[in-house]
């Protein structure tokens, strides 16, 4: 019987070590977690095929099947984001803004871990390296809970990095599992506010809104992505389909895949018996507003659902705009706040469009795809916020820490 009050007091408990760790041990840590990881290819394999038969069994969809997937280049891919971990700068203990009161008090503020981070996540058993990797290199302890269909590929992960601290004299706890099905278990996690400091899910919606209205604790999250872009009426033809290909097409069971396709009404006629070929061959289903249906008339037609849809699947919402105020406003109501991108040759309307779109990543001439914190030089990401207190947009290792003050005095009292 798994008590998950023991484990949120020993990750509390075990918080105190690594926060106060040197970069060289921590680094020491990831060095054996990864060479772990090589070392154990095969098993991690035998255990993830476990995982996809009964994922398999129980109707898994292809995007959340291939979330569950590793394979020998994806488990070397995990290892080798640890190395670029290692390579980062460690934020703990950095000092900013310092300044000299006019009483000779030196206020500065310091960098420092946050404390015991809870992270709930789905099929994805890559997200129990990075998260765990991450935690350790920014000074704080973890407790994962991912999903039931990844529950033998990450009991392995965490068996070699809990074996990792334990060789390198740090206590185990700093990386803690669930290691569980009960769900239930969930809802309890979110109440130990005096344990935990901090929840990060990473998953589907219903997951997400499920967390935020259950916890106690503060949530970092993003609810979907649904991620847009704008062909305006000057663009670049030599780009353009490479551009939207990759966007929908290299990975559509990810939150940075484009979901939505606006397409200035000057360049539709010319531009949409290119693109619907193009989707054709990659098996992308099309759901297009009335004047795209016009154009191609064999495909399905939008409804209201399909403009809010994350479809994480080869599907694809396709709209003509008038401009790009039209396109700038379709976002504004129908986004999700995560990634938008417009196609343009017109420096002044890319600028336009980076200002004017609230979304946590804003891209001219290039895929949302890039939206991701390895592309952003961030080494492995915790998860992508689109809240705009502390995180937002892909979270690296220095969202992972907090500033606090900190004041030399020389005997200086208040009067």
């Known amino acids: 019987m798994i008590d998950v009050l023991d484990i949120a007091k020993n990750s509390k408990e075990s918080f105190f070590q690594i926060s106060n760790a040197a970069t060289s041990e921590k680094n020491n840590i990831l060095k054996s977690i990864k060479l772990q990881i090589i070392k154990n290819i095969d098993k991690i394999i035998q255990a993830n095929e476990i995982d996809m038969n009964a994922g398999?069994?129980?109707?898994?969809?292809?995007?959340?099947?291939?979330?569950?997937?590793?394979?020998?280049?994806?488990?070397?891919?995990?290892?080798?984001?640890?190395?670029?971990?290692?390579?980062?700068?460690?934020?703990?203990?950095?000092?900013?803004?310092?300044?000299?009161?006019?009483?000779?008090?030196?206020?500065?503020?310091?960098?420092?871990?946050?404390?015991?981070?809870?992270?709930?996540?789905?099929?994805?058993?890559?997200?129990?390296?990075?998260?765990?990797?991450?935690?350790?290199?920014?000074?704080?302890?973890?407790?994962?809970?991912?999903?039931?269909?990844?529950?033998?590929?990450?009991?392995?992960?965490?068996?070699?990095?809990?074996?990792?601290?334990?060789?390198?004299?740090?206590?185990?706890?700093?990386?803690?599992?669930?290691?569980?099905?009960?769900?239930?278990?969930?809802?309890?996690?979110?109440?130990?506010?005096?344990?935990?400091?901090?929840?990060?899910?990473?998953?589907?919606?219903?997951?997400?809104?499920?967390?935020?209205?259950?916890?106690?604790?503060?949530?970092?999250?993003?609810?979907?992505?649904?991620?847009?872009?704008?062909?305006?009426?000057?663009?670049?033809?030599?780009?353009?389909?490479?551009i939207i290909y990759n966007a929908k097409v290299q990975r559509p069971g990810v939150c940075n895949a484009m979901e939505t396709l606006l397409i200035h009404k000057d360049v539709a006629t010319e531009l949409l018996p290119t693109i619907k070929k193009m989707y054709d061959a990659a098996k992308v289903e099309l759901f297009g507003c009335p004047r795209v249906c016009e154009i191609l008339p064999e495909i399905n037609s939008a409804t209201e659902y399909d403009w809010y849809a994350e479809y994480l699947d080869l599907k694809l919402a396709v709209k003509i705009v008038d401009d790009l105020d039209e396109a700038i406003r379709h976002i504004a109501k129908y986004g999700s706040q995560h990634t938008e991108a417009i196609i343009t040759t017109n420096y002044y309307k890319a600028e336009k469009f980076l200002r004017a779109v609230d979304s946590a990543t804003v891209i001219a001439n290039a895929s949302t795809r890039f939206s991701d914190g390895n592309e952003f030089g961030l080494g492995a990401e915790i998860g992508i916020s689109t809240d705009k207190l502390h995180a937002r947009g892909p979270m690296g290792i220095r969202e992972l820490t907090t500033l606090k003050y900190g004041f030399y005095g020389s005997g200086q009292i208040r009067k």
Do not use: W
Request: proline content about 4%; overall charge neutral.
């Open 56 to 242: 398999k069994s129980k109707g898994l969809n292809s995007a959340m099947l291939d979330r569950l997937l590793l394979n020998d280049q994806r488990i070397k891919k995990i290892a080798e984001s640890i190395d670029e971990i290692i390579m980062l700068e460690d934020p703990v203990g950095e000092i900013l803004n310092i300044k000299i009161r006019p009483n000779g008090l030196k206020v500065g503020q310091m960098r420092v871990p946050i404390g015991s981070i809870l992270i709930i996540y789905e099929a994805r058993p890559n997200v129990t390296v990075d998260a765990a990797a991450l935690c350790l290199k920014s000074g704080n302890a973890v407790i994962l809970k991912g999903g039931t269909e990844a529950i033998n590929t990450n009991r392995i992960f965490v068996d070699i990095i809990r074996q990792s601290l334990i060789e390198n004299n740090f206590n185990p706890h700093i990386v803690s599992f669930v290691d569980t099905s009960d769900r239930s278990k969930i809802n309890e996690l979110l109440k130990l506010d005096n344990y935990i400091d901090l929840v990060i899910p990473r998953g589907g919606e219903n997951l997400i809104r499920a967390v935020v209205e259950n916890s106690r604790i503060p949530v970092i999250k993003h609810y979907k992505g649904v991620c847009h872009i704008y062909i305006d009426n000057e663009y670049d033809k030599n780009i353009v389909m490479d």
